[in-house]
């Protein structure tokens, strides 16, 4: 197969036109061009905080099980306005931000550029250049086996190149190209700009938050050949807290990136790239989704955003969106954030952290069923962490056994709600982000059926989150509820008209924990686990408020059929039930999946990049692919306005794609490029509710194409390729799972029945 290639004519004049590539722990912006060019580098364990900062902000907290009694009475009450003062004791400071570390500065002589091109399929960028009359080549990777950026360059002649590095971060030391770096201990997001001191620098519980990076060069040159290896390697004590490991010294730090760095040299350029593309192909070769009769060659990307090609760039979209994630989230380093691994502010939109309403869960929508299952797993280091922060938050704040947290978080375990004690209740007081994240435990052992995974991983972490919602949820009339509950972030009108966010038993709630607890019970019956607490969930889970409709007919929002302050907002809360647990099923529940239909006509189109690929997938889900292909060609417009402007948060102004294909709002924001990729999955295979789908919601237009290596719930795998329209055959292999082998598939409402045990395909031709 061709790989599929990314091309732009000229260097980046601006960063967000710079091509990404990373390893998962450290990511780079390539802009290209001779005489003085920059590679803008992070690292994904370089953030402020301090391993023991959510314990500290936790003890400052004045608040607790009284004072949420008062709030739930002041909420049952409708005394909006005594319960949002009284929450907000319950707000700690923000979390933290993830922050830009170094730039590496190449000066060749001037010359001409003949254009980048990045390889989705291998994460190599290339440039060629002219520069005295000799062919230059470029090529810059970050390699996960060497952990180190390489920038290898070979010129037909002579070629000069100076090397540089520095940072915005505090300097503390210098020796040739190895710095060493202090990171800040606290931060702040720039939408609180009465903080005085957005970043903060020192040292705080005995951990001493410091960073070295190391950079070598070789040269090696000919009468008629020049070549040039340049390699970069980082060392940080985050690095040591996030894998548990113990604070290295700074001359250790030092040492270890040398170390990386003078390796990497050694190893050589052929095969420092061998051994890179050798960890990384198979991973982005494991699924592909060709729309069209297009996928590899070299592909500009003006072509991409002038709309001619539609079915080429919902392609690429999906390709993009899994190299991307590869790039930002490999075992061992912090999952993805709201920018995967590449950010160049020192003061980021929302700190780039972890958004835990929606933005974090979109990343990684498209982990399992695109064949990325290991890029999941840093996802669940952080839950594993949180889950021990977490409890702390659930015992002191709420008087509850299991773990919480709320809407953001950050490697250290951030779980206390953030806000300074002004966040509105709307994000700042929502307590089921634990219980949207531990979701994703649940798929990966649904993809992968690994049982071991099931038994340390899922369950334990189900079990605690099942625990806090047990003792989150008070009895009132028959129900058991959630209060204070909200819709991240819709407001809807008192009786009094005013604008208000605090009520009980939101249905995104009551959905999240109605999963956590089926789910919960799933795993200890998979595991043959007699546990106490699977009683307790079996008298809960009755008692839970059934999904309704409104009175105009959609899917309500609230316990309440309460007016919304804004019939079309971004965020879609209550659809969770639809997209991704599953909950509706347009077969199942036809009368539900109606009302979900008549909210997204409610909801309209548009707004910014994360909501346009939420709508695809919910679209998908229902089967609706030709507005979901209507809203893809939306997102996928180009951006024209001010890219260096934070459009307002409520949508009003849309989004589209920047030069290099991000999705901004803007500002930039990964989940929507995230997002992608899973909705155009859900397109053209399903596999909710123990059902394969085939083609379950093909935009009609999209008549041709085919997709590789697409996984299903239940250990399988499936290849399809269609014409005209029509299914001209399937490929199921079950790569794990159930001994007893059974499939059922659909397509197009009939439907049939396999056998197939580990190891085993089939080949289908028709239902």
């Known amino acids: 197969m061709t790989d599929l290639l ?33 590679i803008q580098v992070n690292d994904a364990t370089v953030w402020s905080g301090t ?11 004045d608040a607790g099980p009284d004072q949420l009694a008062e709030v739930r009475e002041a909420v049952f009450a409708k005394d909006f306005r005594r319960a949002e003062d009284l929450l907000m004791a319950f707000e700690g400071p923000y979390s933290q931000e993830f922050l830009p570390y170094v730039d590496l500065w190449l000066t060749l002589p001037e010359g001409t550029s003949h254009g980048r091109t990045l390889n989705l399929d291998n994460g190599v960028a290339t440039e060629r250049l002219t520069i005295g009359g000799h062919d230059v080549e470029r090529t810059t990777w970050v390699s996960r086996p060497a952990q180190a950026l390489c920038v290898a360059l070979t010129s037909s002649g002579p070629l000069d190149v100076e090397v540089d590095v520095s940072t915005r971060l505090r300097e503390v030391s210098r020796d040739g190209l190895d710095l060493g770096i202090e990171i800040p201990i606290d931060g702040a997001p720039r939408h609180e700009p009465q903080v005085e001191e957005p970043l903060r620098y020192g040292t705080a519980d005995g951990y ?11 040269r090696t040159r000919t009468r008629t050949r020049t070549q040039v290896l340049i390699t970069l390697a980082s060392s940080t004590s985050a690095y040591d807290a996030w894998i548990g490991d113990r604070q290295h010294t700074r001359d250790e730090h030092r040492r270890r990136a040398a170390v990386l760095a003078e390796q990497a040299i050694k190893t050589g350029t052929a095969e420092l790239r061998r051994a890179h593309e050798a960890d990384l192909r198979p991973l982005l070769s494991a699924s592909s989704l060709r729309i069209g ?9 003006a072509e991409l955003l002038s709309g001619t090609d539609e079915q080429l760039t919902a392609t690429v979209l999906f390709q993009y969106g899994r190299y991307l994630l590869a790039g930002a989230s490999r075992p061992g380093a912090p999952p993805a954030n709201l920018q995967g691994i590449w950010n160049d502010d020192l003061r980021p939109a929302w700190s780039s952290n972890y958004t835990v309403n929606i933005n974090t869960q979109m990343n990684y929508w498209a982990a399992e069923t695109t064949g990325l299952g290991e890029c999941h797993l840093p996802l669940f280091e952080l839950l594993g962490k949180l889950a021990v922060t977490g409890a702390d938050v659930a015992r002191e704040l709420y008087g509850a056994r299991g773990w919480v947290t709320h809407h953001n978080t950050d490697p250290w375990g951030w779980a206390l709600p953030a806000g300074m004690g002004h966040g509105n209740p709307s994000w700042a007081l929502w307590q089921l982000g634990g219980a949207w994240l531990v979701q994703h435990t649940w798929e990966h052992w649904d993809f992968t059926r690994d049982r071991t995974f099931l038994e340390v991983t899922t369950w334990p972490l189900l079990r ?26 819709n407001l809807f009108l008192s009786e009094a008209g005013t604008k208000e966010s605090l009520a009980y038993s939101v249905t995104m709630d009551v959905a999240l924990i109605r999963a956590v607890f089926e789910r919960c019970l799933a795993a200890a019956d998979a595991l043959d686990v007699h546990d106490p607490l699977c009683a307790e969930i079996a008298l809960a889970l009755p008692r839970l408020r059934p999904l309704a409709v409104t009175e105009g007919g959609w899917l309500q929002e609230w316990a309440e059929d309460f007016p919304e302050d804004d019939p079309a907002h971004r965020h879609m809360s209550q659809m969770v039930a639809l997209y991704p647990l599953g909950q509706i099923d347009a077969v199942a529940t036809p009368d539900l999946a109606e009302a979900a239909r008549v909210l997204l006509e409610r909801r309209g189109p548009g707004a910014m990049g994360w909501s346009w690929a939420w709508k695809i997938a919910l679209r998908a889900r229902l089967g609706d692919g030709e507005t979901a292909r209507k ?5 996928s417009q180009p951006f024209t306005g001010d890219r260096h402007r934070d459009a307002p948060v409520d949508g009003s102004e849309w989004g589209g794609l920047l030069p290099n294909l991000f999705s901004t709002h803007p500002p930039f924001q990964i989940d929507g490029t995230y997002g992608f990729p ?8 399903q596999s909710q509710n123990d059902v394969v789908t085939l083609l379950p919601a093909l935009p009609a237009e999209w008549a041709n194409g085919e997709a590789r290596g697409l996984r299903c719930r239940g250990g399988l795998a499936v290849d399809l390729e269609w014409r005209e329209g029509e299914l001209v055959y399937a490929v199921l292999r079950r790569l794990s799972g159930d001994p007893a ?6 397509f197009r409402g009939r439907e049939t029945e396999l056998r197939l045990r580990a190891g085993e395909s089939t080949v289908l031709k028709g239902l």
Not at 51 to 61: E, M, Q, R, T, Y
Not at 208 to 218: E, T, W
Not at 476 to 482: A, H, N
Not at 678 to 685: F, Q
């Open 51 to 61: 391993p023991n900062g959510p314990a500290s902000a936790l003890k400052d907290i």
């Open 6 to 38: 990314l091309s732009w004519p000229h260097p980046a004049a601006e960063w967000t036109e710079a091509m990404p590539i990373g390893n998962g722990r450290l990511g780079a912006m390539v802009f290209g061009g001779a005489g003085r060019t920059r």
């Open 678 to 685: 899973a909705g155009l999955a859900e397109l053209v295979l």
């Open 208 to 218: 001493d938050p410091f960073a070295a990076v190391a950079v070598r060069v070789s």
């Open 631 to 635: 809203l893809l060609g939306e997102a």
């Open 741 to 746: 082998g059974v499939v059922r598939v659909r």
């Open 464 to 489: 605690g989150c099942a625990e806090f919602c047990l003792d989150w949820l008070i009895e009132k009339d028959g129900f058991l509820e959630t209060c204070p509950s909200t819709s991240p972030e």
């Open 293 to 301: 009769d297009r996928r590899g060659g070299t592909h500009d990307v």
